[in-house]
């Protein structure tokens, strides 16, 4: 809790300091075309955001009001050998969780020299899957002849309020931070847990439905994150 209020805390003062320079500065510019802007981001170790875009499209309709689309796809895939206690036997558990989001907003943009700040609010979803597979093991002790599988679909919905500022290194390629207050909530929907037994005379095929659950949070996110633009 103490951390939350402290990072509120920042978030509040730099919104401040972004509108005062803003109101104050003297070198704003005009942009006499509008064009679309197309982006990247580099995450470093420290940051583990459970919303991570990785591709950003920009279209500027004036030289105040944009219209931004994210995208980001994650895939993890991890395989766990099980070995058998008294042989040589092998059994593997392999879980792939993987994610495709998708968010639409609009932001309000102050530009200067090099510089542009904006601020904005978007809307996010998203979907995948938390899949696991176990061959000859019940996923913790190693069962020759026993096989099982785990699937559930995910979906997620959420906003997010934004503020960031682009660094203009050229007149086409800037670099830019942002960070964002984002409230999500994930949906678990109802999936399916088949055990397979194939010395089973009575139930060789038992299949279980796994009920669906949610959960909601509410975070700071993008505090480290790097992008890298291109505008044309």
Not at 14 to 21: A, F, K, R, T, Y
Not at 107 to 117: G, Y
Not at 169 to 190: A, D, H, Q, V
């Amino acid at each position: 809790m103490k951390k939350f209020i402290v990072l509120s805390f920042v978030f509040m003062s730099i919104l401040m300091v972004l509108n005062s320079v803003s109101i104050k500065a003297q070198d704003s510019v005009k942009v006499e075309n509008n064009g679309f802007s197309f982006e990247g981001q580099i995450y470093p170790n420290l940051n583990t955001d459970s919303y991570r875009p990785q591709l950003k499209f920009r279209y500027n309709f004036t030289d105040k009001i944009a219209l931004r689309c994210n995208t980001s796809f994650q895939r993890q895939l991890t395989n766990n050998t099980i070995l058998q206690s008294s042989g040589d036997g092998i059994g593997y558990v392999e879980k792939i969780n993987s994610f495709y989001s998708f968010s639409i907003g609009i932001e309000s943009q102050k530009r200067f020299s090099k510089v542009v700040l904006y601020t904005g609010l978007e809307g996010i979803f998203g979907f995948g899957n938390n899949n696991e597979y176990g061959s000859r093991t019940d996923s913790v002790s190693f069962v020759s002849n026993l096989n099982y599988n785990r699937l559930q679909p995910i979906q997620q919905f959420g906003v997010r309020f934004f503020t960031g500022a682009d660094y203009y290194l050229s007149e086409k390629i800037y670099l830019g931070f942002e960070m964002g207050l984002i409230l999500l909530r994930t949906n678990y929907k109802k999936g399916s847990y088949q055990v397979l037994n194939s010395t089973s005379l009575t139930d060789p095929d038992i299949t279980s439905p796994i009920e669906d659950s949610f959960s909601s949070s509410l975070s700071y996110n993008g505090l480290v994150a790097l992008r890298i633009g291109w505008r044309f």
